[in-house]
């Protein structure tokens, strides 16, 4: 069976293309993580996205990494989920907040950490025709046309099947799932915070076509 990497940097809508690719072509996924309780295959978000231990009997093996180096095979096949880095550093440090991990004390921690935003985007941005690219932003707000790419990518039919919503999701597991494309992350930056980013991953926002947010400047500036 033809494996089928989804890697994103933590906090970048892994869940949400899980349960796409579910509803959407009945592919279910696993982890390369132990799966915590409440996205255990039987649990509520488990049955609603598609999760299990075992791929057997489908076209694909789907599995979702957050990690830089895999062991990827040449037949292997990724779609690199990636998102606004404002909002998935300040995603991904409430999460941790809400976590308790000891090792994050504030959004700089995030920001600065190894195989970060930037790097994880690096190290998964291959292109060609094992790779698609997909930016969160767009598969949220135009699901549809995701679909499409997605069909052509996998060699697939989709189904009539709809995915939930980021709002029903949230609503089921709200600590868990962010307030999606809607949100600023940068909002929750500190000045000295926006500059410490931008000066890290803003080459990186200007090359995917995101705005940057300056700290001088409270609006943001392509």
Same mark, same amino acid.
């Given at each position: 069976?033809?494996?089928?990497?989804?890697?994103?940097?933590?906090?970048?809508?892994?869940?949400?293309?899980?349960?796409?690719?579910?509803?959407?072509?009945?592919?279910?996924?696993?982890?390369?993580?132990?799966?915590?309780?409440?996205?255990?295959?039987?649990?509520?978000?488990?049955?609603?996205?598609?999760? @299990? +231990?075992?791929?057997?009997?489908?076209?694909?093996?789907?599995?979702?990494?957050?990690? @830089?180096?895999? %062991?990827?095979?040449?037949?292997?096949?990724?779609?690199?989920?990636?998102?606004?880095?404002?909002?998935?550093?300040?995603?991904?440090?409430?999460?941790?907040?809400?976590?308790?991990?000891?090792?994050?004390?504030?959004?700089?921690?995030?920001?600065?950490?190894?195989?970060?935003?930037?790097?994880?985007?690096? +190290?998964?941005?291959?292109?060609?025709?094992?790779?698609?690219?997909?930016?969160?932003?767009?598969?949220?707000? +135009?699901?549809?046309?995701?679909?499409?790419?997605?069909?052509?990518?996998?060699?697939?039919?989709?189904?009539?099947?709809?995915?939930?919503?980021?709002?029903?999701?949230?609503?089921?597991?709200?600590?868990?799932?962010?307030?999606? %494309?809607?949100?600023?992350?940068?909002?929750?930056?500190?000045?000295?915070?926006?500059?410490?980013?931008?000066?890290?991953?803003?080459?990186?926002?200007?090359?995917?076509?995101?705005?940057?947010?300056?700290?001088?400047?409270?609006?943001?500036?392509?």
């Amino acid at each position: 069976m033809r494996k089928l990497w989804l890697a994103s940097w933590p906090r970048s809508g892994n869940t949400f293309l899980r349960a796409l690719l579910y509803h959407a072509f009945g592919l279910k996924s696993r982890s390369v993580y132990a799966e915590k309780r409440v996205f255990a295959p039987e649990s509520a978000t488990g049955r609603m996205c598609g999760f @299990t +231990a075992d791929c057997s009997g489908q076209p694909y093996d789907v599995v979702k990494t957050h990690g @830089t180096v895999e %062991p990827v095979e040449p037949d292997d096949l990724v779609i690199h989920l990636y998102r606004n880095g404002y909002d998935a550093c300040a995603s991904f440090f409430e999460y941790l907040r809400h976590v308790g991990d000891p090792e994050i004390n504030n959004l700089s921690d995030v920001i600065i950490m190894r195989n970060g935003w930037s790097d994880h985007y690096r +190290a998964w941005c291959w292109g060609g025709t094992r790779s698609m690219a997909l930016r969160y932003e767009h598969m949220a707000d +135009a699901m549809e046309s995701v679909v499409g790419q997605l069909a052509v990518f996998l060699d697939l039919e989709p189904s009539a099947g709809r995915p939930p919503t980021i709002a029903t999701m949230r609503h089921g597991l709200p600590w868990f799932f962010s307030r999606g %494309p809607k949100r600023n992350g940068a909002d929750s930056f500190s000045p000295q915070e926006l500059d410490l980013f931008n000066d890290i991953h803003g080459p990186l926002m200007r090359e995917l076509g995101y705005a940057i947010r300056s700290a001088a400047t409270p609006t943001a500036i392509g």
